[in-house]
């Protein structure tokens, strides 16, 4: 499950800034890695509650939430496919509360509004973001050479704070479900769903990152900034609201809030379609399948 999220979502952070070339992509990985790790661990309890309140489980129906979430995840890390590990998870404890009939559907309601809230809260900060730094740079900066030195400190920069702020938020979607039942402690499972994080980013998050950084929007070094900063912003945000949200959703607000203040048509709607296909199948897949393994095992 965490290998998953890490796969998919480090894309989200440092996605822009490797295929503009101002970030290596093995330095992106390590630096995501270890970021991912340190907010988990410092932050990740704050959202921990969410993800174990939403239906009281089995310690083996929490098993089987993860398994079918981490399932959901692969495949569509498999193609590439932008998705949202906050929207599986919480899918497969629906799934699973439905069986049971202990679905939270009062706290459901809190979940998906800030569901919505995200890209939404991504394109406004992207558009803002933009439009306040660029002004401030052609008044301060006008060499080019300073400008691509600030855009590759800044883009290193905003991208450790986008990790730390994705293993704060999404470190619960991994191992949350474990929290109920009382199989680990909220400490612990931001340390070990930290780690599972920090593997995924090192080893298959290259595929992801590629549609992320170039099919969405062509975005510039700054354009990159922008987005990165943007989407840590937002993660950051719903983090201290205590709700594990989709940084691919953050990401994918902040790149078209973006792509909105140099010009809407370098959008990809083909891209967002796929994108949006994406978020609708991951908790309708996970919950199913969940929904499923429990049926079928039980």
């Not at 800044?154 to 999404?170: D, E, F, H, P």
Request: glycine share 12%; hydrophobic share 50%.
């Amino acid at each position: 499950m965490g290998w998953s999220l890490g796969a998919n979502d480090a894309a989200n952070i440092f996605g822009t800034g490797v295929t503009t070339g101002t970030v290596k992509y093995k330095t992106a990985i390590w630096v995501t890695a270890v970021f991912v790790l340190m907010g988990s661990v410092l932050e990740g309890s704050k959202c921990m509650a969410t993800v174990s309140e939403l239906s009281p489980l089995l310690p083996i129906h929490a098993f089987y939430c993860a398994l079918a979430t981490a399932i959901t995840m692969s495949a569509l890390t498999y193609f590439a496919i932008p998705a949202s590990t906050s929207q599986g998870i919480i899918g497969a404890i629906i799934g699973a509360g439905i069986l049971s009939g202990s679905a939270d559907f009062y706290r459901l309601y809190k979940i998906v509004l800030c569901w919505v809230l995200t890209p939404i809260s991504g394109i406004i900060v992207g558009y803002f973001l933009h439009r306040l730094l660029g002004y401030i740079l052609d008044k301060t900066i006008t060499s080019i050479t300073y400008r691509n030195l600030l855009y590759s400190f800044g883009i290193m920069t905003a991208g450790s704070y986008g990790a730390y702020s994705l293993g704060c938020n999404n470190v619960a979607n991994v191992t949350g479900v474990y929290v109920g039942p009382g199989i680990l402690s909220a400490e612990m499972a931001s340390v070990i769903g930290g780690l599972s994080i920090a593997c995924g980013v090192l080893t298959y998050s290259e595929k992801v990152m590629m549609t992320v950084g170039k099919g969405i929007a062509p975005l510039d070094p700054f354009s990159a900034l922008v987005t990165v900063l943007a989407t840590a912003f937002t993660l950051h945000l719903f983090t201290q609201i205590g709700v594990p949200v989709s940084s691919s959703q953050a990401v994918v607000g902040a790149v078209v809030g973006v792509g909105i203040v140099g010009d809407v048509r370098t959008v990809s709607p083909k891209i967002l379609a796929k994108i949006g296909a994406g978020w609708i199948l991951t908790p309708i897949s996970a919950g199913l399948l969940a929904w499923a393994l429990i049926r079928w095992t039980t």
